[in-house]
């Protein structure tokens, strides 16, 4: 859940100092385990509107793909 309401006041505006202060950690720690990209990014950078159906198309959801950290 951390990394969710981190992600949540960073993307809200707050300055990642602030953000990090007020969960405990730094922005270095932040950056490298807890801020991730939304599916709400990808919509805003591809201009796509940001409802979305409850179930994901294809066989893998976009947070699915997008998490996979594996080499």
Not at 20 to 36: C, E, F, M, S, V
Not at 58 to 71: C, K
Request: glycine share 6%.
């Amino acid at each position: 859940m951390r990394a969710s309401r981190e992600t949540e006041l960073a993307q809200d505006g707050f300055p990642i100092h602030t953000v990090t202060a007020w969960l405990g950690n730094t922005p270095r720690i932040a950056l490298k385990h807890y801020l991730t990209v939304t599916d709400d990014d990808f919509d805003r950078a591809t201009g796509r509107s940001a409802k979305r159906s409850a179930a994901p198309t294809g066989t893998q959801s976009h947070r699915a793909a997008r998490n996979d950290t594996t080499p």
